[in-house]
């Protein structure tokens, strides 16, 4: 019987390790299917207050994974694949094999959608970025794509001006799910060129391990060329990992958490942390912000059951 599970090892995952294993309440960490969660998949970090040079992102996630083992954090490769909360304890599968635990935390973040093409996959954190707030400043004066049609790419799109010369949105046809406002502010960017109707065939250039341009393909003409680029940023939408939960936790139409308040899920004893819930603001900061008081929650809770 554990005190609490935490399901994923990210920015919130690990800081909800952090507090619970000092507090002594000894908690398993399931990695997941990301490892480290998105800070993994990103290289220098210049925003996490602590480290006025920045830090490698795969770094920082390791460092608080052994920051959380030195209080006595036991992590264990896997995912939750079925679970039952309808009563406490909470019976939860690992990769079909079942375990029970007192109180639980939902840290299994939101997966970036991704284009699905090769290059994509191999230039991740080389060139490659689903997080303009991350990644952007590394564009200063240099051409980027951002890909998608919904409020996400607008948004990275309007950022990306900020630092990029040139900011090229891409989008497979030419209706756009953004709200009029997001649309009408990016329209009017003078810094943004509009392509819709288009795909991405290829990025380039995997031998490089850098992004250095572009293959897209106008679906209506046919037409297909190759532009220069430096950054390619990736904005059509994020998939939040609550799959086991359905029916069980309270979700919203796209599968986020919804909050009943801190870290409080509709049932009492299962909390949330990180992206799973916050679709807002998904920054490694807030995420392990929330990891923090979901520990804190977990504490209170079996202290008041007197565990
Ligand atoms: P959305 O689901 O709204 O939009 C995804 C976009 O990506 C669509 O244009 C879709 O195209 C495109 N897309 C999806 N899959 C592919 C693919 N395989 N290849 C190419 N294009 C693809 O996601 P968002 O992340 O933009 O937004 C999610 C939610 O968050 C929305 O409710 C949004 O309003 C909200 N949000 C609000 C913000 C704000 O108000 N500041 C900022 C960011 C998000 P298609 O239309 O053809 O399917």
Redesign the pocket.
């Known amino acids: 019987m554990h005190n609490v599970v935490i399901l994923g090892s990210g920015c919130a995952g690990n800081t909800a390790a952090i507090y619970t294993a000092r507090a002594g309440l000894k908690p398993l960490v399931l990695e997941g299917h990301e490892p480290g969660g998105q800070l993994s998949i990103t290289t220098d970090v210049e925003n996490f207050p602590g480290f006025p040079e920045g830090i490698m992102g795969p770094e920082l996630v390791q460092n608080m994974k052994k920051q959380a083992e030195r209080f006595g954090a036991e992590y264990r490769w896997g995912t939750v694949v079925e679970a039952d909360l309808s009563k406490r304890p909470f019976r939860i599968s690992i990769d079909g094999e079942w375990q029970e635990t007192r109180t639980l935390i939902v840290a299994s973040g939101a997966s970036a959608?991704?284009?699905?093409l090769e290059s994509e996959k191999k230039l991740v954190g080389h060139g490659v970025s689903s997080c303009a707030t991350c990644d952007g400043a590394f564009y200063r004066g240099e051409k980027v794509i951002v890909?998608?049609?919904?409020?996400?790419?607008?948004?990275e799109a309007n950022f990306l001006t900020r630092f990029a010369s040139e900011v090229t949105l891409?989008?497979?046809?030419e209706?756009?799910?953004?709200?009029k406002i997001?649309l009408d502010r990016a329209k009017a960017n003078p810094k943004i060129k509009w392509l819709p109707n288009t795909?991405?065939q290829e990025i380039h250039d995997v031998e490089a391990n850098t992004v250095n341009g572009v293959t897209l393909k106008n679906v209506v003409s046919g037409e297909v060329w190759r532009q220069e680029v430096s950054g390619f940023f990736v904005?059509?939408?994020?998939i939040p990992n609550t799959k086991p939960f359905v029916g069980q936790l309270d979700l919203d139409p796209?599968g986020y958490i919804i909050s009943h308040g801190g870290a409080r899920t509709n049932i009492t004893g299962v909390f949330h942390a990180g992206d799973v819930q916050d679709?807002?603001y998904r920054q490694a900061i807030t995420a392990a912000g929330a990891g923090c008081m979901a520990a804190i929650e977990v504490e209170r809770f079996l202290e008041a059951e007197g565990h």
């Open positions: 959608r991704w284009l699905g890909v998608g049609g919904g409020d996400s790419a607008m948004e891409i989008h497979r046809n209706h756009f799910r953004a709200s997001m795909v991405v904005a059509i939408g994020h796209d679709r807002t």
